[in-house]
Nanobody
Framework: QVQLVESGGGLVQAGGSLRLSCAAS????????MGWFRQAPGKQRELVAN???????NYADSVKGRFTISRDNAKNTVVLQMSSLKPEDTAVYYC???????????????WGQGTQVTVSS
């Protein structure tokens, strides 16, 4: 089994900063992709930022220049540093990882429990 443990989040005023961290543990052969999604009330879950297969980094247009994703491969951890936060960034943020258990097996998607980020105006 694989677990994604998230930390960070909370309440911040517009213009402030927050840091989200996610650590993957368990039976992991390879992490193909890892990053963060978010879901605001009444909206679909959307990609915020991630490291995709091959090492490329993806960001939602709405967060480019404000959010930075980083990783520690040795610890299977990703960190999302969020700056210049806006009220529209308010959402539940979910860590996601696409993981192979063993060579030759298809990868599976795993999700964290979600952490609330609220930005007040």
């Amino acid at each position: 089994q694989v677990q994604l443990v998230e930390s960070g989040g909370g309440l911040v005023q517009a213009g402030g900063s927050l840091r989200l961290s996610c650590a993957a543990s368990g039976r992991i052969f390879r992490i193909n992709a890892m990053g963060w999604f978010r879901q605001a009330p009444g909206k679909q879950r959307e990609l915020v930022a991630n490291f995709a297969n091959g090492g490329s980094t993806n960001y939602a247009d709405s967060v480019k220049g404000r959010f930075t994703i980083s990783r520690d491969n040795a610890k299977n951890t990703v960190v999302l540093q969020m700056s210049s936060l806006k009220p529209e960034d308010t959402a539940v943020y979910y860590c996601n990882a696409r993981i192979n258990f063993a060579p030759g097996l298809a990868a599976s998607d795993y999700w964290g429990q979600g952490t609330q980020v609220t930005v007040s105006s």
